[in-house]
């Protein structure tokens, strides 16, 4: 285990050299919604109507069989794939879309660019660029995105790495950094944005075993610091130690929404129960 | 044996050589820049959306990788201007029809080295950057343009080779590049041995100084803490190539 860190190591408004998102998001009602979500592929519907809220400063975690449709809900959330009925709310606004003559319609790739960087994601493999250094995969969105000068932005890069513990590896590439290391690289890449939520899709599943504690004790700093996160994982520990609510997803619907203890120790689906089973 | 150094030598230095070789450069560079603008919009076209305008490009593919290089030079500056009056003025010179010939060509298969690079590129790296907020243009030019660059040094460097040579397809259509030259001296001397051999030399030359050109441009691209990182080139190589 790490030792304690203050509250505020990650979420620092002295790093970001502005206040702090995801704290002064307006927390009335959910800060993160959607609302019944649905998303086909041809003849495959991978999301069926997918309803849930995450409260400010929350951690829902998300648990279900591979081909359940939590990736393309993540992604769906972080608005990189279209909804083909449902919405998604950011702080109460409906985000995605406009109106247009009273209907609404889908944001330009560009439009949309701009909301998407509100909220934080990150990968499974990590999707480092193998083109730029770690300070560069961090600097590269408050410079091209943010509009910040490459001077301000390297400041902050580097005063995130150093508080995801690779102050020393800055300047390797993401060829020469460990899974754990380019993990650790990714999620200040999304830090830096100043995201209001942040989102998980399986941040551990392509670690080696001895890595994986380093990633979710830093979530798990994440989560203590006020962060709102969803978490895609298979990390049931980390669930029922961290997350605020565990969902179950199964056929591309919702079939379990319950505090930690509830859904681990009585769950009310069969379902859930097998797959706990398989998981444990 | 009949192989005379002196006409050798002489006709290494001749200023008609030297007049030649700077046709043949100058021709490939600009076959070559038109050739890979075009290709590679031909290869993001072949990644459109849209069913027409991938058949567009596919359909333009077929046609210039299938017709001789040859007939495509002789086309352009024979049968264009009997096709379109505009290509009967003064300005459409043997450089000019030879550089729309071989660009021409060039951009179908530079089409397709580029759309090998483009498939090579993991779906995740476009992914991440659209996560961060990057608009399409960063994402193509942030991301995706130096990671296309490097896998399609190597090909593309095969290609200016190949460019390089058959520039000397043009003779054929008068213009006076080294080929032509050589071709002119010869028949005014007859001393086939030595001017040829003189030819064969500068394609040489010319061909060794560009492997030590791609060489350093490849180097740049080797994504490592440890490798020397130079700014001029490199830099200069990515502006040239990010495509604003």
């Not at chain 1, 991978?46 to 309803?51: K, N, P």
């Not at chain 2, 030649?20 to 038109?34: D, N």
């Not at chain 2, 028949?187 to 001017?195: L, P």
Request: with cysteine; proline share 5%.
């Amino acid at each position: 285990m790490s030792e304690p860190r203050p509250l505020g190591h990650l979420l620092d408004e002295s790093v970001l050299g502005e206040p702090v998102a995801a704290s002064h998001a307006t927390s009335e009602g959910y800060l993160l919604e959607a609302i019944d979500l649905h998303r086909r592929y041809g003849h495959n519907e991978v999301l069926r109507g997918v309803s849930f809220g995450v409260h400010r400063g929350d951690v829902k975690a998300v648990l279900g069989p591979s081909g359940s449709g939590k990736s393309t809900m993540l992604r769906c959330l972080a608005l990189l794939e279209p909804v083909d009925r449902g919405e998604v709310r950011l702080e109460g606004k409906r985000i995605g879309v406009r109106e247009s003559g009273g209907r609404l319609v889908p944001l330009s790739e560009a439009t949309l660019a701009r909301e998407r960087s509100n909220i934080g994601m990150v990968f499974q493999r990590f999707n480092l660029f193998p083109h730029l250094t770690a300070v560069g995969n961090v600097m590269i969105g408050l410079t091209e995105v943010r509009g910040k000068s490459p001077t301000e932005a390297r400041d902050i890069a580097k005063n995130m790495l150093d508080r995801v513990g690779l102050a020393e590896r800055a300047k390797y590439f993401p060829g020469e950094l460990s899974g754990g290391q380019q993990q650790r690289v990714a999620i200040a890449r999304a830090l830096v944005m100043n995201p209001k939520a942040m989102l998980f899709d399986e941040p551990t599943s392509a670690l080696d075993p001895e890595l994986v504690g380093g990633i979710l004790s830093i979530m798990e700093e994440l989560a203590n610091e006020g962060m709102t996160m969803v978490v895609v994982t298979h990390e049931v520990g980390f669930a029922r130690r961290v997350a605020d609510r565990v969902i179950m997803m199964d056929g591309g619907l919702i079939i379990e929404d319950a505090p930690p203890t509830e859904f681990f120790e009585s769950p009310q689906q069969e379902r859930t129960r097998k797959f706990l089973e398989a998981v444990q | 044996m009949d192989f005379r150094p002196a006409v050798f030598f002489e006709a290494l230095t001749s200023p008609a050589f030297i007049t030649g070789v700077e046709l043949t450069i100058s021709l490939t560079v600009v076959s070559m820049v038109a050739g890979l603008g075009l290709g590679l919009l031909l290869a993001l076209m072949r990644g459109s959306p849209v069913a027409a305008v991938r058949t567009v490009a596919w359909g333009y593919i077929w046609i210039f990788r299938a017709i001789p290089t040859l007939v495509q030079l002789l086309f352009v500056w024979d049968a264009l201007p009997q096709l379109i009056p505009a290509f009967r003025g003064e300005w459409f010179s043997p450089f000019f029809a030879g550089a729309i010939a071989l660009s021409i060509n060039e951009a179908a298969y530079a089409a397709e080295i580029f759309r090998g690079g483009l498939l090579s590129i993991d779906d995740g790296q476009r992914l991440a950057a659209r996560a961060l907020g990057m608009s399409p243009v960063k994402v193509f030019s942030k991301v995706i343009a130096p990671q296309l660059i490097r896998v399609t040094i190597p090909p593309l460097s095969n290609d200016f080779i190949t460019m390089l040579k058959i520039t000397s397809l043009a003779s054929v259509i008068s213009l006076q590049e080294l080929l032509a030259r050589t071709q002119t001296l010869v028949a005014s001397t007859f001393r086939f041995v030595e001017y040829y051999s003189a030819a064969a030399i500068y394609y040489l030359v010319l061909v060794s100084i560009f492997m030590v050109i791609q060489a350093q441009i490849e180097r740049r691209f080797v994504w490592s803490s440890q490798a020397p990182t130079g700014r001029g080139t490199l830099s200069r190589v990515r502006q040239l190539a990010v495509l604003r």
